[in-house]
């Protein structure tokens, strides 16, 4: 009679057990009640539960009167028992001797279908009693009332898990559309620093880290964009040549902690730097981020760090575009710039060459860039004379378009004085050297033409030497006067007069034409200018200009113009 009311109380017991058990689906709260009905029901001090992990052993899910660093620890299970065991009956191994060492005793298996669902382990009780044969019963009667509860609370733990990491992956997208958006709409500001700026605030606020550096590809290297957190001295550690080539080199993230070159790792970790993520587009890495540890002290996980890498990579995508744009906005501003100061150049040279009885006189100019150094002009002294002048200032665009300018000005001013040639040359050598640096100069070859007695009075002041051609076809060349201008202060220069009679073709040139360059890196030099002269002779000022520079062209067809090119012929009639 006693036994039977004792079975009664047992089976009571385990139907308020399957009821306790069955009424949640909190894995948590299924094992706590696994372990502590037996541990009071028995008087057991410890006791443990491993659950099944895929793939990965079994891991300790709950314990009693255990330390508690035991929870999460792995464990493999080579020889799995498949009913209620004591620890010393089952061959020595790893897990064995771990249980044993922490006081379990008694191990009962949980089994669903075959499955092996995990592991139930239990101390010795507070009195001195072993288990008997019916507790034993009763134990693995709980293991097998317990298996579909804890078989449903690793589901429902999983589904938890599952829609934790399907929530976070929302929230991560949701973030990701949200700073894209942001990012798009900054973009419409054109300004790669704000960019910059919103990526950083973003991920700081995001992955809850205080330090951020974004460094940036730049001609081969990289250049510190942004520093928060860390002191910028520090930050430019990273710049150092060995470093630089192997971040540029990162195709996934880093850790700093497992970063095996301790020259990298020991910077990363002075700088407070948890890990590191490429920023690639089309797979190149294009810049860096480097991020502190977080504020929860919690590490990184894979998926914030693929979180990161696509956050990084759309983010080099605006800022590239945001360069691009910027680029292209100063390459537009720059060029505007440029045709303004093209048309205030050509509004300093004439815009014809006079025209005077008794003479013909061509000009041409061609600048290599929008704006050049070459300069000619032919300016009315009086009813009788006129001042010619060609000239080449060193170097050429903007730079020596400004120096030319200085001269035009120069020449302009003193053209009326009634000075000899030779002194006014003088005066504007003085001018050019002080207003230009040192390492500017300028060659130029200046005239006066009396139309009235046919007489041109010359100074060359380091010029190509001018050919004047006479009808027959021979011809001198035009180099008497002294150094370039702008080489000293104070400079002697001489003049020459002589007479022009019908026929006589003066042909001006600069170095852009005797230089011009062709395919075999030939010059196209003085004695090609001499045939074009002796071969167009007949056609008049015009044509011998015109036929010089046809054939400077067809002689580098195909090669960039290297210099700006100016040609100008007077001719008497």
């Not at 037996?38 to 539960?49: E, N, R, W």
């Not at 919690?298 to 760090?305: A, G, N």
């Not at 000619?376 to 002048?389: G, H, M, S």
């Not at 167009?536 to 054939?551: F, N």
Request: hydrophobic letters at 40%.
């Amino acid at each position: 009679m006693e036994t039977d009311l004792h079975e009664k109380y047992e089976l009571q017991a385990l139907f308020d057990l399957s009821k306790a058990l069955n009424s949640s689906l909190n894995l948590k709260t299924i094992l706590d009640t696994i372990l502590l009905t037996p541990m009071g029901k028995l008087l057991i001090a410890k006791g443990i539960v491993l659950v099944a992990k895929d793939g990965h052993g079994f891991e300790v899910e709950a314990l009693k009167g255990l330390a508690r660093n035991m929870l999460g620890r792995v464990v493999e299970i080579d020889a799995f028992p498949d009913g209620p065991t004591y620890l010393k009956d089952l061959p020595p191994s790893a897990w064995q001797a771990l249980l044993s060492k922490n006081g379990i005793e008694v191990v009962i298996p949980i089994l669903h279908d075959g499955k092996e669902l995990g592991l139930i382990g239990f101390g010795k009780k507070v009195v001195p009693i072993e288990i008997t044969d019916s507790e034993m019963d009763y134990l693995h009667s709980l293991s097998n009332i317990a298996a579909t509860a804890v078989q449903n609370g690793v589901i429902f733990q999983q589904l938890n898990t599952s829609n934790r990491k399907l929530e976070k992956k929302v929230q991560e997208l949701n973030t990701l559309s949200e700073i894209v958006r942001e990012l798009n709409s900054t973009l419409s500001s054109l300004d790669s620093e704000r960019v910059i700026n919103l990526l950083a605030y973003s991920i700081m606020g995001e992955m809850m880290v205080n330090r951020c550096l974004i460094f940036l590809g730049d001609r081969g290297g990289l250049t510190l964009s942004l520093s928060k957190g860390v002191p910028e001295e520090q930050a430019k550690e990273f710049l150092k040549p060995e470093l630089v080539e192997q971040l540029q080199g990162l195709n996934e993230p880093i850790f700093a902690t497992s970063e095996p070159d301790e020259t990298l790792s020991k910077t990363l970790s002075d700088a407070g730097i948890a890990v590191v993520v490429p920023m690639l587009v089309e797979n190149k890495p294009k810049g860096v981020l480097a991020l502190g540890e977080k504020i929860t002290r919690l590490p990184f996980v894979k998926d914030e760090l693929s979180f990161l890498s696509i956050l990084g990579s759309w983010s080099m995508i605006s800022i590239e575009t945001a360069r691009l744009i910027e680029q292209e906005l100063q390459k537009q501003k720059l060029d505007e710039e440029l045709r303004i100061a093209s048309d205030i150049q050509r509004q300093l040279l004439p815009e014809t060459c006079p025209s005077l009885d008794g003479y013909e006189i061509a000009a041409i100019n061609y600048p290599s860039l929008h704006v050049g150094g070459d300069y000619y002009d032919c300016i009315k002294k009086n009813d009788d004379e006129y001042v010619f002048c060609i000239a080449d200032v060193s170097g050429k665009g903007a730079p020596a378009a400004l120096i030319m300018s200085n001269l035009q000005a120069s020449l302009r001013v003193m053209v009326d004085a009634d000075i000899p040639l030779n002194e006014i040359v003088q005066k504007i050598n003085k001018i050019i050297y002080t207003n230009t640096p040192f390492d500017k100069f300028i060659t130029a070859f200046f005239g006066v033409l009396n139309v009235k007695n046919g007489e041109i009075t010359y100074v060359n002041a380091g010029h190509n030497p001018p050919y004047l051609y006479h009808a027959d076809l021979s011809f001198r060349t035009l180099d008497c006067g002294g150094l370039i201008l702008g080489m000293m202060p104070v400079v002697a220069y001489e003049q020459e007069t002589l007479s022009l009679v019908a026929g006589d073709c003066l042909v001006m040139f600069t170095d852009g034409v005797s230089e011009a360059m062709n395919a075999e890196s030939e010059e196209f030099e003085e004695h090609r200018i001499e045939k074009c002269v002796s071969d167009s002779y007949a056609m008049g000022a015009q044509g011998v200009m015109q036929h010089l520079i046809d054939e400077v062209e067809a002689f580098s067809a195909g090669m960039p113009q290297a210099d700006d090119i100016t040609v100008m012929v007077i001719r008497a009639l």
